[in-house]
């Protein structure tokens, strides 16, 4: 990242994606903001197979115990939460891509942000969706420095990193490997510290994903610079 000091706002689908995927940066950027997409409780209370995995019996303690370790996990990195009003796939009540384009470009203009991270998208329906809305808000704002970052755990099933890439080459959207967290003087071995911390607080999502479920966590955070390509974006006759 150019700025000297640069104020993130990372775009996390659900509680834990953001720590688990960017944790270290976090580290040496307090006051970032975090903003989790699917942070709202279903309509009607129910219980799901993750749920249970996680050791819950219904659906609003799910999001009540999620909710209180995220607070945790984000006062270890300093950063503020930002949580908007949509439901988990989970819960059969995915909202459009435009529905999330609107919120996530009005948190954005509300935050003093000037550098922001996205998901790829990879695997999870809920991450494809918050991928697609912010591919679509991007061009508008690609006056702020936009980065992509890999989601821990699903980054490593083979192609989908891949596939993502050549999907934002087809929309006009330039990714450039970069290392956002190669200017900080906070040392490595401190960001990894803080951040095993903060992912220790998701003790109902390690709980789900197992004994060796969450160990991609922990291996070296990769992210994508974005640019948008005019050229390839200008219409026809434009």
Known sequence: MSETSPRLFIVSPHFDDAVFSCGALLAAHPD???????????????????????????????????????????????????????????????????????????????????????????????????????????????????????????????GLVQQRLIDLAGRGIVATPASPSADHALDRERQALLKREAVSAYESQLRAFGPHGCDDVFAHERYWRLTVDRKQTRQPGH
């Not at 709202?40 to 370790?69: L, N, V, Y």
């Not at 000037?114 to 969706?129: C, E, V």
Request: with cysteine.
């Open 32 to 158: 970032a903001a975090i903003c989790t997409v699917f942070a709202a409780p279903p309509e009607h209370d129910m219980q799901t197979d993750w749920d249970q995995k996680a050791g819950f019996a219904s659906a609003c303690e799910a999001i009540h115990a999620r909710t209180i370790e995220d607070n945790n996990a984000l006062s270890v990195l300093d950063a503020i939460p930002v949580r908007l009003p949509f439901r988990d796939a989970q819960y059969g009540d995915s909202p459009s891509i435009g529905k999330l384009a609107a919120a996530l470009e009005e948190a954005i203009y509300a935050s003093t942000a000037n550098t922001l991270l996205m998901p790829l998208g990879l695997f999870h329906d809920d991450h494809a969706r918050v991928f697609n809305a912010c591919c679509e808000i991007l061009p508008r704002l690609s006056h702020l420095q936009w980065f992509a970052y890999e989601e821990a755990i699903y980054r490593p099933m083979p």
